[in-house]
């Protein structure tokens, strides 16, 4: 299989960059970007203008560009209202029945993802399900994995539905014709429609009911409230450490933090000695604050034997939060990060990959899909969320939305899908892909649909980078001779006469392989390799780049290997195996189907 030294380098860098994706040794997007320099290094790829083999040229791939825009035109249509209506309406829609719920939750998620980003779209259903499940006492793990296998299964039905779609097809377009925007949509269309009927009948039975980790703690048991003290002159906690005084000793009340001249202490609460003026912040149930505030019905004996005055009291909410793939929070602990001086609110608990944590958790660095148990002050809830480090949970996100730019949107979208469909008949030009959503997205932006800063922060250059360093890697196998080699040695294996086998062969290890690595990467690797065994078997091309679409598409089976997926895990309180358990039955259907289905649609 190695003929050369750099063939070696490059199938043990490519074992290395896998292992690094499953164990996450590093970021994804920085394990790219290492493998992509370390290609340049060997001597693989240049940066010299004018070759082929030019490093530089990935960040020129049509590929990486699309899905950008594509992020851009999704936030366009969340910042103008377009997806949150829709989820209004949905809630209207609804009904009282949780099968009803079910079926238009998926038909609503289907059809949006085909065209815009499906995390948006995911992210504005999540604290819409979970409310609706909160008033009408359904349990929100019935409905979170539907949410998001609706989402993945929507976006394989065009060209634009996501990410790994723009990969493929871009490799594809170098040397055969490329892909129109709905050549897909049949087997999308079968694709969707058999995740539906299956989450609707089988899948809907291997749900789990899961608790959230709000339901954990009855809000209205208890009812928990803040209140504010401030320590008078003459007091006896004046000069006193914490431990040494009265306060320290309530048993339904405890001391939050004490502020001193507007400034939080940052030193351990045992280490606080008390001044005139100190503001103390409290937290507890109606009795536990009996003595120290005197309003909300709270008894006022007691104020003058701790010393304290002008007492203020307000009720603590409670309310859950997930961490988003670009949150600053991610890979610190509660403690590092001083959350509770910082944001002015506590964490009761914390959800990870099936596990509940109330106790012992100001340890663990935080990361994406961790779910948060958080109690405060409504404003100070409200500011935390108006952060992009959390995406609320309890409710829907609320913000000035610029609803009269919505028609222009919906053009600039309904302009880029016609004329990708349409390009080359009735008079309409043919456009390549990355034209027109250059086109669509400068349009969004100078009608002013989106600002300069907003479409930058929608775009997640994770993604992007990660892509640009997955096609570098894949330029080298091509480049090097291992791919075409690889190919020889599996056609070799499997034969030159059964390109069937073959074909659900590739499926089926693009779909095992995007369980556990980012989808796109395996695009961006499985492509070029499929066109090879593609040549070297004597067939079309086109069925095995459809696979590797298809198959790198269908993450069903673990939490991790799709962002939709990851939102939902900690959303919904599941564990790992409710993934397997519900999806895995789902993701054998479907390579059954892609198997029998895309040689008939793409003949060999």
Not at 67 to 93: D, H, N, P, Q, Y
Not at 185 to 203: C, Q
Not at 451 to 458: G, I, K, L, M, R
Not at 562 to 579: C, E, I, L, M, P
Request: hydrophobic fraction near 50%; proline fraction near 5%.
């Amino acid at each position: 299989m190695f003929e050369t030294w750099q063939q070696i380098f490059l199938a043990v860098l490519t074992v290395l960059v896998f292992g690094a994706f499953v164990k996450e040794w590093l970021s994804a997007e920085l394990v790219a970007l290492v493998a992509l320099v370390a290609c340049v290094f060997a001597g693989v790829l240049s940066v010299k203008p004018g070759e082929t083999n030019n490093a530089l040229l990935v960040f020129a791939h049509p590929a990486p560009i699309t899905v950008a825009c594509m992020f851009i035109l999704s936030a366009a249509l969340e910042r103008t209202g377009v997806i949150e209506s829709l989820g209004v309406w949905f809630e209207k829609v609804a009904g009282s029945s949780p099968m009803r719920m079910l079926v238009m939750l998926m038909l609503i998620v289907i059809g949006l993802s085909g065209f815009v980003n499906n995390t948006p779209v995911v992210v504005v259903f999540m604290p819409i399900i979970m409310g609706i499940c909160r008033r009408k006492n359904y349990k929100a793990s019935r409905f979170l994995i539907p949410l998001s296998y609706a989402a993945v299964a929507g976006g394989t039905m065009t060209i634009i539905g996501t990410s790994t779609n723009l990969v493929a097809a871009g490799i594809a377009s170098k040397s055969m014709t490329p892909f129109t925007m709905f050549e897909i949509t049949p087997m999308g269309l079968i694709f969707a429609g058999i995740t539906m009927v299956y989450m609707l009948t089988l899948g809907r039975k291997l749900l789990p009911d899961r608790v959230t980790l709000a339901a954990l703690i009855d809000s209205d048991t208890g009812r928990e409230f803040i209140t504010h003290a401030f320590v008078k002159e003459g007091s006896p906690l004046a000069g006193k450490l914490f431990p040494d005084t009265e306060i320290s000793k309530l048993k339904k009340a405890r001391v939050l933090e004490v502020v001193r001249d507007g400034e939080r202490l940052r030193c351990p609460l045992p280490e606080v000695k008390f001044e005139v003026g100190d503001e103390i912040i409290f937290k507890g149930v109606i009795e536990g604050l009996m003595g120290i505030s005197d309003t909300e019905g709270i008894d006022i004996r007691g104020n003058e034997k701790f010393g304290l005055g002008d007492i203020r009291t307000e009720s603590a909410v409670l309310m859950e939060g997930i961490l988003g793939p670009e949150s600053s929070l991610a890979g610190k602990n509660l403690k590092e990060l001083n959350f509770r001086q910082r944001f002015g609110v506590i964490i009761l608990a914390v959800h990870r990959r099936g596990r509940n944590l109330r106790e012992k958790f100001e340890d663990e660095r935080l990361a994406f899909g961790d779910t948060l148990l958080v109690q405060g002050p409504r404003e100070r809830m409200r500011r935390l969320f108006q952060q992009k480090d959390f995406i609320n949970l309890s409710e829907p996100k609320h913000q000035v939305l610029r609803t009269r730019k919505a028609p222009i949107v919906l053009a600039a979208l309904g302009l880029f899908v016609i004329m990708g469909a349409l390009g080359g008949n009735f008079g309409i030009p043919q456009l390549p892909t990355v034209q027109l959503a250059l086109a669509s997205a400068l349009l969004v932006l100078v009608t002013r649909c989106l600002d300069p800063h907003e479409a930058f922060q929608s775009i997640e250059w994770k993604v992007i980078f990660m892509i640009c360093g997955m096609l570098g890697l894949g330029m080298a196998m091509d480049q090097s001779g291992l791919a075409a080699n690889i190919a020889k040695c599996t056609v070799g294996v499997i034969g030159h006469d059964n390109p069937y086998l073959m074909l659900s062969a590739f499926y089926l290890l693009s779909a095992i392989l995007t369980e556990l690595i980012s989808n796109n990467a395996v695009a961006a690797l499985l492509t070029p390799l499929g066109m090879y065994v593609a040549s070297q078997m004597g067939v079309d091309a086109r069925p095995f780049v459809v696979a590797v679409m298809f198959g790198a598409s269908a993450s069903f089976s673990t939490p991790i290997g799709y962002q939709t997926n990851t939102f939902v895990y900690g959303a919904g309180g599941y564990k790992f195996g409710d993934f397997f358990r519900v999806g895995f039955p789902l993701a054998v259907i479907l390579w059954l189907t892609a198997s029998l289905v895309i040689p008939i649609l793409w003949p060999f």
